[in-house]
């Protein structure tokens, strides 16, 4: 079993920035951060493959996140920045993301809140 443990959430004024944390008992291939809102379904946000550091991201947070990790500490990162009302959600890392037309993952942590404020 995939243990996951987030870090980093809390509240932050629209354009503002935040760094999510993960650290992983092991990394799982394809390894990621999701998110869910109030009443909207879970969503992939961004993914890396740490081997290759290969990343993947969602169009609405493309140029704003960056996903990056630290292999040494099985740790990745999301960093986020000019974070907007609509970012506000509960972020959930993942383990063994499988990407396509909507992602998923067989292993997922807690979750972290982010809100942002207008």
């Known amino acids: 079993q995939v243990q996951l443990v987030e870090s980093g959430g809390g509240s932050v004024r629209a354009g503002g920035s935040l760094t999510l944390s993960c650290v992983a008992s092991?990394?799982?291939?394809?390894m990621g951060w999701f998110r869910q809102a109030p009443g909207k379904e879970r969503e992939g946000v961004a993914a890396?493959?740490?081997?290759?550091?290969?990343?993947w991201y969602v169009d609405s947070v493309k140029g704003r996140f960056t996903i990056s990790q630290e292999n040494a500490k099985n740790t990745i990162f999301l960093q986020m920045n000019s974070l907007t009302p609509e970012d506000t959600a509960m972020y959930y890392c993942?383990?063994?993301?499988?990407?396509?037309?909507?992602?998923?993952?067989?292993?997922w942590g807690q979750g972290t809140q982010v809100t942002v404020s207008s």
């Open positions: 890396i493959f740490p081997l290759t550091g290969s990343t």
């Open positions: 993942a383990a063994d993301v499988q990407l396509g037309q909507k992602w998923s993952a067989h292993h």
């Open positions: 092991v990394t799982k291939n394809v």
